[in-house]
T-cell receptor
Framework: DAGITQSPRHKVTETGTPVTLRCHQT?????MYWYRQDPGHGLRLIHY???????DKGEVSDGYSVSRSKTEDFLLTLESATSSQTSVYFC?????????????FGPGTRLLVL | AQSVTQPDIHITVSEGASLELRCNYS??????LFWYVQSPGQGLQLLLK??????LVQGIKGFEAEFKRSQSSFNLRKPSVHWSDAAEYFC???????????FGTGTSLTVIP
């Protein structure tokens, strides 16, 4: 399994509070991603990073920001959490093995916004 | 625009029966195609992938998938399903512009004894 950890694994917070989720990789891969998973929607890309300090928006980026100050860490911040951001958040990395770009996932973080 | 469609939201099969999960994609060139499996409360695990060459690819846990360019499909198959195969299955197209990956909405598999 790819070396990807997410913290925290579970979090309960209140509406209006900031929340930061951390993704850490030990694979030295260039690309890192944050997705959210909701019933009926599958996986939706929030933000991704293609290098240190290089990030871009995905399809559902409103209300989220990211930072990547080191290759191994990719942080997702909910600036002011809302109930609609209750979800399961997955971090992923992609790397090349024999010229084949493949994406690997972390274990997920379950976030409940009350 | 790239997209992935999994027409079946939920499938139920008997243990020992064969399985086929459907996946159709939209992409202008030959895509990179993937199948992932997700057990309850877990992350996504890569089952298999197609990049080029032989259109029938083998994966882990006895799964295989066939790329059919003419049908824009990448269906997942298993000849004999085990109870432990009950999970959510996601098809994805990836490695495209910006190294982004696009996922279908998933197919939930129930296996009955």
């Amino acid at each position: 399994d790819a070396g990807i950890t997410q913290s925290p694994r579970h979090k309960v917070t209140e509406t209006g509070t900031p929340v930061t989720l951390r993704c850490h990789q030990t694979e030295n891969h260039r690309y890192m991603y944050w997705y959210r998973q909701d019933p009926g929607h599958g996986l939706r890309l929030i933000h991704y990073s293609y290098g240190v300090k290089d990030t871009d928006k995905g399809e559902v980026s409103d209300g989220y920001s990211v930072s990547r100050s080191k290759t191994e860490d990719f942080l997702l911040t909910l600036e002011s959490a809302t109930s609609s951001q209750t979800s399961v958040y997955f971090c992923a990395i992609s790397g090349t093995s024999g010229g084949q770009e493949t994406q690997y996932f972390g274990p997920g973080t379950r976030l409940l916004v009350l | 625009a790239q997209s992935v469609t999994q027409p079946d939201i939920h499938i139920t099969v008997s243990e020992g029966a064969s399985l086929e999960l459907r996946c159709n994609y939209s992409y202008g060139a030959t895509p990179y195609l993937f199948w992932y499996v997700q057990s309850p409360g877990q992350g996504l695990q890569l089952l298999l992938k197609y990049f080029s060459g032989d259109t029938l690819v083998q994966g882990i846990k006895g799964f295989e998938a066939e790329f059919k360019r003419s049908q824009s499909s990448f269906n997942l198959r298993k000849p004999s399903v085990h109870w432990s195969d009950a999970a959510e299955y996601f098809c994805a197209v990836g490695g495209v512009t910006g190294n982004q990956f696009y996922f279908g909405t998933g197919t939930s598999l129930t296996v009955i004894p």
